[in-house]
């Protein structure tokens, strides 16, 4: 007894006195980490330090600050965002028809590039006092949504701009001469900008271009100047061949050391005008037949002056932490908000189709099969939205957020993919016949543009979330990595013992947290005043979010610098960290919405669908760990009753798929702020009235069926059956008027195109692109 007295006052003391701690216990294990610790480059360094950290963190804490996420403010648009959206906005899309420009200009037409110049669209991000729109990054956010309801080149020609490129680069780091000579010119359109980092060597891996500038002396405007002796090759770059100003990446060399006394100065970002002598550019790629315009440029050993660096020579070499800094805006707003519009073209467009068009003498979206899609596109849509929403609230805010803005990026885009792929499931032929009357094919052809720019998909979920997440988001990770880059060596070792110290007891608090939610379901979680229907969300939630804390830990000790080569299971781990941010974005847009009840399903979809997903990716990281002993007590400690969730219920699905085919308040905010015309010579229009048709027509069908039953009236087909009614007063003239206005509708609706033989090559002005390749 008294020996073990004696050696837990050791272990006590040990562990309680901190200079005793650091030499018997932290000092040797801080020795063995440094050692182990895999190497890290300036390129990623710059990359984990980029952005800040926000509700990622909360999530990442494994105890969710609720009340937080709640106060974030519901981001709202000023009276002059609002007007734009509602007046030039919708003009742009009134204006830009998608079969013209793809078919007829192979760009958009010269009248929507000069309104998009005139009326500011592609200055956006630029302040007041330079001529440009300053809009708020959810007034931004919601223009790209709505165009991406409209145009693919009407969005991305208006999107490429006011994300990361030129113009924000310049605002943020460049020279007051930059600013004051480019800005205004990009506000107002007078220059169409690029931005070119690929190139055909360095794609994903952008850090490794081999796009040299040299410093050397040449002639500059009749004298001798230091400048740079540029070459490069770049591929793939949006609005490239129409571009006026070209923002270019370049690794900077200094081999005479005429700037200082470094040979190898690093990534740098210059400015340079497309006519000027030497640059290559003009020609074309057909990225998936999107014909907004993108392609390659080059130069070969092109003379230029060192003041083109965007913010002079004193930012030479900052290229890539320029970037990295600036990224997480244009991430967040971007491509999270054109897919989400294209979601809710794909929602609007599919539910009124599914509802028009009937087989079987029943309409199509009433068949189980195809509810489960609708369920599918609805669900996703309000969780798409939420996030989107959520996160330009956070660029608003001030927040630069790096994680966050790699997760809907990634998630938000694979949801397109998932609710495009269903909308052209569910129209059969419709969707694939294309022509004026097909609104959904172009956003199908071009989803893998989506996936595959600003981060490809695969790579961000594999690498990114999770791998910059766990460093960023932790509470002690960074601080000690950090530790070990401190050249004070009593300092680091002290750094690295308080957060070793933190660590572990973080760790263990998250262990015993999450089994003793799992044993009692979770149900003793305190939670805020939120909506009855969604507390049991947030109670698991703060489950999954210490459960989640925890094996993310286990994780990074068993698999140290391994787990970042271990791709498969950082994805998981990045997966339950992001669908827990997107539930949470859920909840959040359920309070802000004024917890419609008529949305309950879209929002129970949505947290079951992402709850289920979270917990499918704990098993497949436990069930995949290399130490299957750590794994088996794992599932044990995180799952002690077994898993708690299962997929979205048959019936949920039922009353989502319902909201989307019949027009409702519901339906109008799932899909707020698309372009509806109300045109029936639209594809869009036409469905919309075709609906509000159908549905009046139910109940004077109805009152037929019943008479034909009776054997009160008899036809060959419906029409003529419909004529005899009337004639036998089963239904009024106005009954009737009425069903030939929805016949007529309805079949112009499911109508599809066609075309001459040659798809009329012979008369078209369409160049044939094998010849000119
Ligand atoms: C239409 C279009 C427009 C573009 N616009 C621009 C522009 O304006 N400016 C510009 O500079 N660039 C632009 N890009 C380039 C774009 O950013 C790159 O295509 C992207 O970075 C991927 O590079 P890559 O295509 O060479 O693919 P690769 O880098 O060759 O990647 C191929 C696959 O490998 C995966 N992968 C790579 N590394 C890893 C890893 N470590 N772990 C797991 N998976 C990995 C990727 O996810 C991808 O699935 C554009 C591209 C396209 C197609």
Redesign the pocket.
């Known amino acids: 007894m008294t020996w073990i007295l004696v050696l837990l006052a050791v272990v006590a003391a040990v562990l309680l006195v901190p200079p005793l701690r650091r030499s018997i216990l932290t000092g040797p294990i801080f020795a063995a980490f440094k050692k182990i610790l895999p190497p890290m480059s300036d390129t990623e360094r710059e990359a984990l330090e980029a952005g800040t950290v926000w509700w990622d963190g909360e999530l990442f804490s494994g105890k969710p600050d609720w009340n937080k996420l709640l106060a974030y403010p519901v981001p709202k648009l000023t009276a002059a965002e609002q007007s734009f959206l509602d007046v030039e906005c919708e003009e742009l899309c009134r204006i830009t028809d998608e079969w013209d420009t793809t078919q007829l200009h192979q760009d958009l037409s010269p009248a929507s590039w000069r309104y998009i110049k005139d009326k500011g669209f592609l200055g956006m991000i630029i302040p007041k006092k330079y001529g440009g729109l300053e809009f708020s990054a959810y007034a931004h956010s919601q223009v790209v949504q709505k165009l991406a309801t409209r145009s693919s080149a009407g969005v991305v020609s208006v999107m490429?701009p006011n994300s990361l490129?030129p113009a924000e680069l310049i605002l943020h780091y460049g020279t007051e001469e930059q600013k004051n000579h480019y800005l205004p010119r990009l506000a107002k359109g007078l220059e169409i900008p690029?931005?070119?980092?690929?190139?055909?060597w360095?794609?994903?891996?952008?850090a490794s271009i081999p796009d040299v500038g040299i410093v050397c002396k040449g002639m500059w405007q009749g004298k001798e100047v230091v400048g740079m002796r540029v070459t490069w090759d770049?591929?793939?770059?949006?609005?490239?061949p129409i571009c006026t100003v070209l923002g270019l990446?370049i690794r900077l060399l200094d081999p005479d050391k005429l700037l200082g006394n470094v040979e190898d100065i690093g990534i740098t970002c210059a400015l340079v005008p497309a006519n000027h002598p030497g640059v290559v550019i003009g020609r074309r790629?057909a990225?998936?037949n999107?014909v907004w315009q993108?392609g390659p440029n080059s130069g070969k050993d092109v003379f230029m002056p060192l003041d083109w660096i965007i913010g002079g020579t004193a930012m030479a070499g900052q290229g890539w932490r320029m970037l990295m800094e600036c990224l997480a805006a244009g991430r967040s707003i971007s491509l999270p908000s054109s897919n989400t519009g294209m979601a809710k073209l794909a929602v609007r467009g599919t539910g009124a189709y599914a509802r028009v068009r009937s087989q079987f003498k029943t309409p199509i979206g009433k068949f189980e099969g195809i509810e489960e899609a609708l369920a599918r596109m609805g669900g996703n849509t309000y969780l798409m939205d939420a996030a989107r929403k959520m996160t330009a609230g956070a660029v608003d805010l001030g927040e630069k957020p790096s994680v966050v803005s790699a997760i809907v990026k990634y998630h938000v885009t694979e949801r397109a993919r998932k609710v495009i792929n269903d909308a052209m499931d569910v129209q059969g032929g419709k969707g694939i016949c294309m022509g004026p009357n097909n609104f959904m094919a172009r956003a199908y052809q071009q989803m893998?543009?989506a996936?595959?720019?600003?981060?490809?998909?695969?790579?961000?979920?594999?690498?990114i979330i999770f791998g910059q997440g766990a460093i960023r988001c932790h509470p002690y990770v960074l601080k000690e990595l950090l530790a070990v880059r401190e050249a004070d060596a009593d300092k680091a070792l002290r750094d690295y013992d308080a957060a070793l110290v933190g660590h572990v007891r973080f760790s263990f608090g998250n262990a015993l947290r999450a089994f003793f939610m799992g044993l009692t379901g979770s149900h003793f979680v305190a939670v805020p005043d939120v909506a009855p229907e969604t507390r049991r969300y947030y109670q698991q939630l703060t489950r999954f979010a210490a459960a989640f804390a925890f094996l993310a830990d286990v994780s990074m000790l068993l698999m140290g610098g391994d787990l970042k080569r271990k791709?498969k299971l950082s994805a998981r781990l990045g997966d339950i960290l992001s669908l827990m941010y997107l539930a949470s974005a859920t909840l959040k847009r359920y309070e802000a919405d004024g917890r419609q009840q008529a949305d309950a399903p879209l929002m129970h979809w949505a947290i079951w669908d992402a709850m289920f997903a979270a917990q499918n990716a704990f098993e497949g990281v436990t069930a995949n760990y290399p130490n299957k002993f750590a794994a088996a007590v794992l599932h044990w400690l995180i799952f002690p009753f077994g898993r708690p969730y299962v997929v979205p219920s048959d019936h949920l699905g039922h009353e989502v798929a319902k909201l989307l085919i019949e027009p409702s308040a519901t339906r109008d905010r799932l899909t707020a702020d698309a372009y509806v015309p109300r045109d029936e010579n639209d594809a869009i229009g036409v469905l919309e009235l075709a609906l509000e048709a159908t549905i009046a027509a139910e109940s004077v069908e109805a009152k037929i069926r019943a008479a034909q039953k009776s054997g009160k009236v008899s036809g060959r087909d419906a029409v003529q059956l419909a004529r005899h009614a009337q004639e036998a007063g089963v239904i009024s003239a106005a009954e009737l008027a009425l069903l030939e206005r929805r016949n007529f509708l309805r079949d112009k609706a499911i109508a599809v195109d066609d075309f001459p033989q040659d798809f009329g090559i012979g008369q078209a002005t369409q160049p044939d692109l094998r010849q000119a390749a």
């Open positions: 490429v490129g690029a931005f070119a980092l690929t190139s055909p360095a794609g994903s891996d952008a770049k591929r793939y770059i949006t609005l490239g990446a790629h990225p998936l999107a993108n893998p543009v996936i595959t720019v600003e981060g490809a998909n695969i790579l961000t979920r594999s690498l791709e």
